[in-house]
T-cell receptor
Protein backbone atom coordinates (compact mmCIF):
# COMPACT_ATOMS: atom_id res chain seq x y z
CA UNK A 1 0.00 0.00 0.00
CA UNK A 2 2.02 2.95 -1.30
CA UNK A 3 -0.45 5.73 -0.37
CA UNK A 4 0.45 9.01 -2.08
CA UNK A 5 3.67 9.03 -4.08
CA UNK A 6 5.33 12.28 -5.07
CA UNK A 7 8.28 12.67 -7.40
CA UNK A 8 10.85 14.12 -7.41
CA UNK A 9 11.75 14.76 -3.75
CA UNK A 10 14.13 17.58 -4.61
CA UNK A 11 14.48 19.78 -7.68
CA UNK A 12 16.46 22.87 -8.67
CA UNK A 13 15.21 24.91 -11.61
CA UNK A 14 16.45 27.97 -13.40
CA UNK A 15 14.12 30.92 -13.77
CA UNK A 16 11.90 30.43 -16.81
CA UNK A 17 12.19 26.66 -16.95
CA UNK A 18 9.12 24.47 -16.82
CA UNK A 19 8.61 21.19 -15.04
CA UNK A 20 5.96 18.78 -13.78
CA UNK A 21 5.65 17.52 -10.24
CA UNK A 22 4.15 14.06 -10.25
CA UNK A 23 1.57 12.76 -7.78
CA UNK A 24 -0.03 9.33 -7.76
CA UNK A 25 -2.26 7.58 -5.24
CA UNK A 26 -3.38 3.97 -5.11
CA UNK A 27 -6.25 4.34 -2.64
CA UNK A 28 -8.98 5.13 -5.20
CA UNK A 29 -9.42 8.57 -3.64
CA UNK A 30 -11.66 10.94 -5.56
CA UNK A 31 -10.27 14.12 -4.04
CA UNK A 32 -6.70 15.23 -4.74
CA UNK A 33 -4.99 18.54 -4.11
CA UNK A 34 -1.71 20.40 -4.26
CA UNK A 35 -0.39 22.63 -1.49
CA UNK A 36 2.69 24.74 -1.10
CA UNK A 37 4.33 25.23 2.28
CA UNK A 38 6.27 28.38 3.02
CA UNK A 39 7.82 29.42 6.36
CA UNK A 40 5.33 31.22 8.58
CA UNK A 41 2.46 30.73 6.13
CA UNK A 42 1.35 27.17 6.72
CA UNK A 43 0.03 25.23 3.76
CA UNK A 44 -1.78 27.05 0.99
CA UNK A 45 -3.99 25.36 -1.58
CA UNK A 46 -2.86 25.68 -5.21
CA UNK A 47 -5.32 23.50 -7.15
CA UNK A 48 -7.63 20.65 -6.36
CA UNK A 49 -9.68 17.98 -8.11
CA UNK A 50 -12.89 16.27 -7.00
CA UNK A 51 -12.61 13.53 -9.61
CA UNK A 52 -11.19 12.59 -12.99
CA UNK A 53 -11.68 15.40 -15.48
CA UNK A 54 -12.61 17.97 -12.83
CA UNK A 55 -10.16 20.54 -11.45
CA UNK A 56 -10.48 23.90 -9.76
CA UNK A 57 -8.30 26.68 -8.40
CA UNK A 58 -7.33 27.13 -4.82
CA UNK A 59 -5.88 30.09 -2.96
CA UNK A 60 -2.63 30.53 -4.93
CA UNK A 61 -3.10 29.12 -8.47
CA UNK A 62 -1.10 31.62 -10.53
CA UNK A 63 1.84 30.10 -12.38
CA UNK A 64 0.60 26.55 -11.96
CA UNK A 65 -1.47 24.22 -14.12
CA UNK A 66 -3.10 20.86 -13.35
CA UNK A 67 -5.04 18.12 -15.08
CA UNK A 68 -6.74 14.95 -13.86
CA UNK A 69 -7.07 12.39 -16.62
CA UNK A 70 -7.24 9.41 -14.25
CA UNK A 71 -8.34 8.88 -10.66
CA UNK A 72 -4.80 7.92 -9.68
CA UNK A 73 -2.71 10.79 -11.07
CA UNK A 74 -2.72 14.52 -10.45
CA UNK A 75 0.37 16.25 -11.89
CA UNK A 76 1.26 19.87 -11.14
CA UNK A 77 2.92 21.86 -13.91
CA UNK A 78 5.04 24.94 -13.41
CA UNK A 79 4.77 26.83 -16.67
CA UNK A 80 7.68 29.29 -16.29
CA UNK A 81 9.43 28.93 -12.95
CA UNK A 82 10.03 32.04 -10.84
CA UNK A 83 12.05 32.46 -7.61
CA UNK A 84 8.75 33.12 -5.79
CA UNK A 85 7.82 29.50 -6.49
CA UNK A 86 10.66 28.25 -4.31
CA UNK A 87 8.77 26.20 -1.75
CA UNK A 88 7.92 22.73 -0.50
CA UNK A 89 5.04 21.20 -2.43
CA UNK A 90 2.67 18.59 -1.06
CA UNK A 91 0.15 16.46 -2.83
CA UNK A 92 -2.76 15.23 -0.70
CA UNK A 93 -5.74 12.98 -1.30
CA UNK A 94 -8.93 11.98 0.43
CA UNK A 95 -11.65 9.40 -0.11
CA UNK A 96 -14.29 11.94 0.76
CA UNK A 97 -14.44 15.28 -1.01
CA UNK A 98 -13.38 17.99 1.41
CA UNK A 99 -11.32 15.74 3.62
CA UNK A 100 -13.84 15.07 6.38
CA UNK A 101 -11.60 12.21 7.45
CA UNK A 102 -8.38 14.10 6.92
CA UNK A 103 -5.96 13.98 4.07
CA UNK A 104 -3.23 11.50 3.18
CA UNK A 105 -0.13 13.42 2.17
CA UNK A 106 2.78 12.63 -0.06
CA UNK A 107 6.30 13.12 1.27
CA UNK A 108 6.71 16.49 -0.41
CA UNK A 109 8.93 18.03 -3.09
CA UNK A 110 11.44 20.71 -2.18
CA UNK A 111 11.73 23.02 -5.17
CA UNK A 112 14.35 25.72 -5.51
CA UNK A 113 14.19 28.22 -8.36
CA UNK A 114 17.41 30.14 -8.98
CA UNK B 1 -13.74 33.54 4.87
CA UNK B 2 -12.64 30.70 7.08
CA UNK B 3 -9.33 31.16 8.89
CA UNK B 4 -7.30 29.12 11.29
CA UNK B 5 -5.04 30.87 13.78
CA UNK B 6 -2.20 29.38 15.74
CA UNK B 7 -0.87 32.14 17.97
CA UNK B 8 2.17 30.26 19.29
CA UNK B 9 4.89 30.04 16.63
CA UNK B 10 7.14 28.13 19.02
CA UNK B 11 6.64 26.10 22.19
CA UNK B 12 8.90 23.98 24.35
CA UNK B 13 8.24 21.27 26.91
CA UNK B 14 10.33 19.14 29.24
CA UNK B 15 10.34 15.46 28.46
CA UNK B 16 7.53 13.63 30.34
CA UNK B 17 5.65 16.90 30.97
CA UNK B 18 2.39 18.09 29.40
CA UNK B 19 2.04 20.82 26.80
CA UNK B 20 -0.97 22.45 25.18
CA UNK B 21 -0.95 23.94 21.71
CA UNK B 22 -3.60 26.54 20.90
CA UNK B 23 -5.76 26.93 17.82
CA UNK B 24 -8.72 29.15 17.04
CA UNK B 25 -10.78 29.25 13.90
CA UNK B 26 -13.39 31.39 12.29
CA UNK B 27 -16.39 29.91 10.51
CA UNK B 28 -20.07 30.43 9.83
CA UNK B 29 -20.62 26.73 9.19
CA UNK B 30 -22.35 24.46 11.68
CA UNK B 31 -20.98 21.21 10.28
CA UNK B 32 -17.22 20.95 9.98
CA UNK B 33 -14.17 18.97 11.03
CA UNK B 34 -11.00 19.91 12.85
CA UNK B 35 -7.61 18.23 12.74
CA UNK B 36 -4.14 18.35 14.18
CA UNK B 37 -1.28 17.30 11.93
CA UNK B 38 2.30 16.64 12.97
CA UNK B 39 5.23 17.38 10.66
CA UNK B 40 8.55 16.00 11.95
CA UNK B 41 11.88 16.91 10.36
CA UNK B 42 11.26 14.17 7.78
CA UNK B 43 8.68 16.56 6.31
CA UNK B 44 5.94 13.93 6.25
CA UNK B 45 2.50 15.22 7.30
CA UNK B 46 0.97 12.85 9.85
CA UNK B 47 -2.64 13.05 11.07
CA UNK B 48 -2.61 13.14 14.87
CA UNK B 49 -6.24 13.58 15.82
CA UNK B 50 -9.63 14.48 14.31
CA UNK B 51 -12.73 16.11 15.80
CA UNK B 52 -16.21 16.30 14.32
CA UNK B 53 -17.92 19.58 15.21
CA UNK B 54 -21.26 17.94 16.02
CA UNK B 55 -19.66 15.74 18.68
CA UNK B 56 -19.41 17.32 22.13
CA UNK B 57 -16.99 14.70 23.40
CA UNK B 58 -13.35 15.65 23.00
CA UNK B 59 -11.31 13.33 20.80
CA UNK B 60 -8.46 11.34 22.34
CA UNK B 61 -5.66 9.31 20.76
CA UNK B 62 -3.32 7.79 23.33
CA UNK B 63 -1.24 10.68 24.75
CA UNK B 64 -2.93 13.24 22.49
CA UNK B 65 -6.24 14.85 23.38
CA UNK B 66 -8.11 17.96 22.35
CA UNK B 67 -10.13 20.59 24.14
CA UNK B 68 -12.86 21.52 21.68
CA UNK B 69 -14.83 24.62 22.63
CA UNK B 70 -17.34 25.10 19.80
CA UNK B 71 -18.87 28.34 21.04
CA UNK B 72 -15.45 29.88 21.50
CA UNK B 73 -14.21 28.35 18.21
CA UNK B 74 -11.20 26.97 19.99
CA UNK B 75 -9.46 23.64 19.36
CA UNK B 76 -6.34 23.07 21.48
CA UNK B 77 -4.11 20.01 21.47
CA UNK B 78 -2.77 18.54 24.70
CA UNK B 79 0.23 16.25 24.60
CA UNK B 80 0.75 14.31 27.81
CA UNK B 81 3.98 12.59 28.90
CA UNK B 82 5.90 14.35 26.12
CA UNK B 83 8.52 12.30 24.35
CA UNK B 84 11.54 13.30 22.27
CA UNK B 85 9.75 11.96 19.20
CA UNK B 86 6.98 14.52 19.68
CA UNK B 87 9.33 17.28 18.56
CA UNK B 88 7.85 18.58 15.32
CA UNK B 89 5.81 21.29 13.68
CA UNK B 90 2.13 20.96 14.52
CA UNK B 91 -0.59 22.28 12.24
CA UNK B 92 -4.21 22.85 13.14
CA UNK B 93 -6.62 22.41 10.21
CA UNK B 94 -10.30 23.02 9.45
CA UNK B 95 -12.48 21.33 6.85
CA UNK B 96 -16.01 22.11 5.67
CA UNK B 97 -17.56 21.26 2.31
CA UNK B 98 -14.67 21.04 -0.14
CA UNK B 99 -12.56 23.57 1.74
CA UNK B 100 -9.59 22.71 3.91
CA UNK B 101 -7.55 25.35 5.72
CA UNK B 102 -4.35 25.10 7.72
CA UNK B 103 -2.95 27.30 10.44
CA UNK B 104 0.61 28.60 10.24
CA UNK B 105 1.95 25.97 12.61
CA UNK B 106 3.57 25.70 16.05
CA UNK B 107 7.10 24.38 16.33
CA UNK B 108 7.39 22.15 19.40
CA UNK B 109 10.73 21.48 21.03
CA UNK B 110 11.06 18.69 23.59
CA UNK B 111 13.84 19.25 26.14
CA UNK B 112 15.49 16.10 27.50
Amino acid sequence: NAGVTQTPKFQVLKTGQSMTLQCAQDMNHEYMSWYRQDPGMGLRLIHYSVGAGITDQGEVPNGYNVSRSTTEDFPLRLLSAAPSQTSVYFCASSYVVGGAYGYTFGSGTRLTVV
Amino acid sequence: AQTVTQSQPEMSVQEAETVTLSCTYDTSESDYYLFWYKQPPSRQMILVIRQEAYKQQNATENRFSVNFQKAAKSFSLKISDSQLGDAAMYFCAYSAGNQFYFGTGTSLTVIP
